[in-house]
């Protein structure tokens, strides 16, 4: 069955194969999507297309999050179209494997709290990709806030752009509390956030800039895992 550029395989009335024409790269082609039941079987004779009520299916979905918090989304019905009841299990899965390697971490420093509210003291920090995007961008700032773990990305084309991506968040920061205003910002010593430009934005604010180490980005922690994180995803998707 072909509707627009999607189409469905069927056999004995039961869907086997999806896919959709890529008008872009190809003309009058389909790519077909198959998910396979094993490693070991071989495509010919196992392919078939997961039903809606397949862990497996929401866990890409859902960006390769844990099976358990898949599992636990279904149970709480805290996500709309995932069923109360999922089939299947999660045994191995390999974008997962290949998307979130990691080296062995460090141990976590005891650090006192902070006395700084929400939005006061953040952790910034700047993560590139390979291609460039169908906007042009190349680059993301990441801000996170110490005390709740808020975040928010812009996207950027060049690192320059940094400075008013903090501004702009600034004035977010603002207009969305009335009050609060950047106090303290931790980062790496990257050039966009060592330029003259950006320190004399920090000092007209009085804010406490603080720079990890050159060669240490456990000193810039929260944001150096969030910057994983978003990249893992990307890549397993």
Known sequence: VIHRNEMTLYLNNRPILAGYKNVTRMRNLFSIYIKFESEQQQPSTSASLATVDDI????????????????????????????????????FCKP????????????????????????????????????????????FLLIKCDL???RKVYFMKQKSEALKCLKRFANELKLETGTTTIRKIRSDQGSEFLSAAFQEYVDQHSIVHELAAKGTPQQNGKAERDNRNLVEHATSI
């Open 56 to 91: 497996a299916v929401h866990h890409e979905r859902l960006v390769h999050i844990s099976p358990r918090r898949v599992a636990q989304m279904a149970a709480d019905q805290s996500v709309v179209g995932i069923p109360p009841k999922l089939k299947g299990k999660i045994t």
């Open 96 to 139: 997962c494997k290949q998307g979130k390697m990691t080296d062995i971490s460090h141990k976590p420093s005891s650090s006192p709290k902070s006395h700084l509210s929400a939005g006061e003291f953040i952790h910034t920090d700047i993560c590139g990709y390979k291609d460039t995007s169908i906007h042009g961008n190349r680059y």
């Open 148 to 150: 709740t773990g808020y």
